[in-house]
């Protein structure tokens, strides 16, 4: 028996073939003769046999799926067991479920066949809202289980995977495009899972930020604030008792949100091509978001508040006015972060590519061999990162446009994700030209666990 996915070709093979035969007519500008009627006939019976038979057989998938007593074993993800909001989704059921298939299910909520299609989908968006507390609460559209955003079901090329994370900034999908999702038609484009692009594409966790999933509630993590007290004593004689104090840093679920239009032919078009490539351009705009928070989150209008709005982290100030990033100012940095026993040999520097550029032009010790502060990604050799999310607007007596230098132990940064990725389809925002607006919400949060592991000069050009 054909799975759904060979099915799936079938069909478009046998269109493609219709195509072609309804093609070469139509380039010698005439009607179709009796042969190619004929055939253009059986081809697309072939193709909507095809699509029938896939149609069922992803409608007894979902009903068996609803009603199975036993099924495979649960994915287990990086040895662990099930965790707190898992539904305990056998590896064949990641495998076998589809955003695109949901898309087109809320996009079209009177189609019986797409709701067919697609209750796999949907009866997993149910029980995920139940998991994360959310059934029957805020409408917030349909949940992708958070099996899926952890797991890769698209193929194991390395390079397509990093090419396409390393891809620029937020498209609308449309098949005449190639860029756009045109070149996703009918070509095998593999994709890594919603959290690894995630990771590909925040600096501050290239960084080594501690990422947080599957919380369920706020989440209160104990942070010690002072140390015990040691003694020296003479014999037989007894310590002065001494104890460390602690307090709790808070993590809240924020919600971010992130949209993509996707054409509806696209829709139509594609299968897993551009089912990896619409989860990769929300995870991307996303992940934007979150490393801006997590590097400069103001705390308020519902924000997560960042590393350089965190009270208490250490500073060094280059002038009244700012001023030239020099050297002194980089070592103030370690000598800072150190100075509180919190350096690490981990720790790393995150930047602007403007101010990245000036450090590749400016010299260390200003000595004859004019060695650069920055080079092979490394500042006196620690990683550094650039990213544009650190700002280059900033502001200090008559200085502007100046750039922020962060160091520390990201380690000691906490970024915490709640549930799934709540998906709405919006069919009227683009509906003149035929486009479909999907939007992406993640409840996230940001903090900083020990403010004494980073310092950072925020008045250099």
């Not at 709701?115 to 949940?143: H, V, Y």
């Not at 940001?446 to 950072?456: G, L, P, Q």
């Amino acid at each position: 028996m054909k799975t759904v996915a060979e099915l799936r070709a079938a069909a478009k093979a046998a269109l493609a073939e219709a195509r072609a035969i309804n093609q070469a007519a139509a380039n010698e500008n005439r009607d179709l003769n009796d042969t190619e009627k004929a055939s253009y006939t059986a081809k697309i019976a072939e193709a909507r046999g095809f699509d029938d038979q896939a149609s069922r057989a992803e409608e007894l998938a979902g009903l068996e799926q609803r009603n199975a007593g036993g099924g495979a074993a649960p994915l287990k993800v990086a040895g662990q067991e099930k965790l707190g909001q898992e539904l305990g989704l056998s590896l064949k059921d990641v495998r076998s479920y589809s955003v695109v298939r949901l898309m087109h299910a809320l996009a079209n909520p009177q189609d019986k066949q797409a709701q067919r299609a697609a209750a796999f989908e949907l009866e997993c968006s149910a029980e995920a809202r139940k998991i994360n507390g959310r059934d029957g609460g805020e409408i917030r559209g349909e949940t992708i289980p958070a099996e899926v955003l952890r797991s890769n079901v698209f193929g194991e090329n390395r390079s397509s995977q990093i090419a396409m994370a390393a891809a620029g900034e937020k498209r609308d999908l449309t098949v005449g495009t190639a860029v756009d999702g045109g070149n996703t038609v009918q070509t095998s484009v593999l994709g890594m899972s919603f959290i690894e692009i995630l990771r590909n594409r925040m600096s501050v966790l290239e960084a080594g930020a501690t990422m947080l999933t599957g919380l369920v509630g706020a989440v209160a993590i104990p942070r010690q604030t002072g140390a015990a007290t040691t003694f020296w004593v003479a014999e037989n004689g007894a310590p002065t008792e001494s104890q460390q104090a602690f307090d709790q840093v808070a993590l809240t679920p924020k919600t971010i949100g992130s949209f993509v239009d996707v054409s509806r032919r696209l829709l139509l078009q594609s299968s897993i091509d551009v089912e990896a490539f619409v989860r990769m351009d929300i995870a991307k705009q996303i992940a934007l978001g979150i490393d801006l928070g997590a590097l400069n989150g103001s705390g308020a209008s519902n924000q997560p508040r960042g590393v350089l709005q965190t009270a208490g982290i250490g500073s060094v100030a280059i002038g009244t006015n700012g001023g030239p990033l020099t050297w002194d100012a980089v070592v103030d940095l370690e000598t800072t972060v150190g100075n509180a026993n919190a350096d690490v040999p981990t720790s790393a520097y995150i930047t602007n590519a403007a101010l990245r550029g000036r450090m590749k032009k400016t010299a260390e010790l200003g000595n004859t061999t004019a060695v650069p502060i920055w080079r092979n990604n490394e500042v006196n050799g620690y990683r550094a990162i650039a990213s544009n999310q650190v700002p280059r607007n900033l502001t200090k007596g008559s200085g502007t446009n100046l750039s922020a230098l962060l160091f520390g132990n990201f380690a000691d940064l906490l970024i915490g994700m709640w549930g799934g990725l709540d998906i709405l389809i919006d069919p009227y925002t683009g509906g003149t030209a035929g486009t479909l607006r999907t939007i992406a919400l993640q409840d996230v949060d940001v903090a900083v666990r020990r403010v004494a592991s980073f310092a950072a000069c925020v008045d250099a050009n």
